[in-house]
């Protein structure tokens, strides 16, 4: 069984279809004491969504998701970002800055920032191309793929990780900036997988595969 994160933001229909689509038990997490068991009833835990870096943090923190996704990430456990779900796992965020002194704190997984792209034509809407990190080996998130694929995008930050050893792939808008992130079991892409075609669909099911170990098939 696959776990989709729910907190009130959008594309999580989109998500779940193309789990559907690819054969995946899936379901919505319904609260955090699940991601907190011993014995939790998901192989792999998907976070996808769009929305501002301090509402969602909020959220997350309101519902005592936050720490639940930091518990669950600290033990290694199968997780893939989407969109927000890979900028909350930084630090800061351009998007939100401090509010009477006070720093809006994203989950702090990942060590870095989240900032806003530099040009004039922002969000970046449509399809651009993602480069697999030449210099990471063992990458499963894009293992058997091209390269170089086109993916959907539709974003106004990008993310900047201190430790240039988790970035998985690069994308150029403005500037060459970091589209998706791995460190063990922990992914996180910028783009849609789920709105990506073939391509972001072979995606998806590689990194299911790989981590789900055939568990999450209906």
């Given at each position: 069984m696959?776990?989709?994160?729910?907190?009130?933001?959008?594309?999580?229909?989109?998500?779940?279809n193309?789990l559907?689509?690819?054969g995946?038990a899936?379901?919505?997490?319904?609260?955090?004491?699940?991601?907190?068991?011993?014995r939790?009833?998901?192989?792999?835990?998907?976070?996808?969504?769009?929305?501002?870096?301090?509402?969602a943090?909020?959220s997350?923190?309101?519902?005592?998701?936050?720490?639940?996704i930091?518990?669950?990430?600290?033990?290694?456990?199968?997780?893939?970002?989407?969109?927000?779900?890979?900028q909350?796992?930084?630090?800061?965020?351009?998007?939100?800055?401090?509010?009477?002194?006070?720093?809006?704190?994203?989950?702090?997984l990942?060590?870095?920032?989240?900032?806003?792209?530099?040009?004039?034509?922002?969000p970046?809407?449509?399809?651009?191309?993602?480069?697999?990190?030449?210099?990471?080996?063992?990458?499963?998130l894009?293992q058997?793929l091209?390269?170089?694929?086109?993916?959907?995008?539709?974003?106004?930050?990008?993310?900047?990780?201190?430790?240039p050893?988790?970035?998985?792939?690069?994308?150029?808008?403005?500037?060459?900036?970091c589209?998706?992130?791995?460190?063990?079991?922990?992914?996180?892409?910028?783009?849609?997988?789920e709105?990506?075609g073939?391509?972001?669909?072979?995606?998806?099911?590689?990194?299911?595969?790989?981590?789900?170990?055939?568990?999450g098939?209906?």
């Amino acid at each position: 069984m696959i776990g989709v994160l729910q907190y009130g933001a959008g594309n999580l229909g989109s998500v779940m279809n193309a789990l559907a689509h690819l054969g995946y038990a899936a379901r919505f997490v319904r609260g955090p004491e699940e991601l907190l068991s011993d014995r939790p009833p998901f192989t792999a835990l998907i976070f996808p969504g769009d929305g501002h870096f301090a509402t969602a943090m909020e959220s997350l923190n309101q519902s005592g998701y936050a720490g639940a996704i930091q518990e669950w990430i600290s033990r290694d456990r199968p997780f893939l970002g989407i969109c927000i779900g890979l900028q909350l796992l930084f630090e800061t965020s351009d998007e939100a800055p401090p509010v009477d002194g006070k720093e809006v704190r994203g989950l702090s997984l990942i060590p870095g920032k989240v900032k806003r792209f530099p040009g004039r034509k922002v969000p970046q809407i449509g399809w651009n191309t993602a480069r697999t990190n030449k210099e990471r080996g063992g990458l499963s998130l894009f293992q058997g793929l091209p390269s170089e694929g086109y993916y959907y995008f539709i974003h106004s930050y990008y993310v900047e990780p201190q430790d240039p050893s988790v970035i998985a792939s690069w994308t150029d808008y403005y500037l060459p900036y970091c589209s998706a992130i791995e460190r063990g079991a922990l992914a996180a892409v910028q783009f849609h997988p789920e709105k990506s075609g073939p391509l972001g669909l072979a995606l998806l099911d590689g990194w299911l595969r790989h981590y789900a170990q055939g568990g999450g098939r209906i």
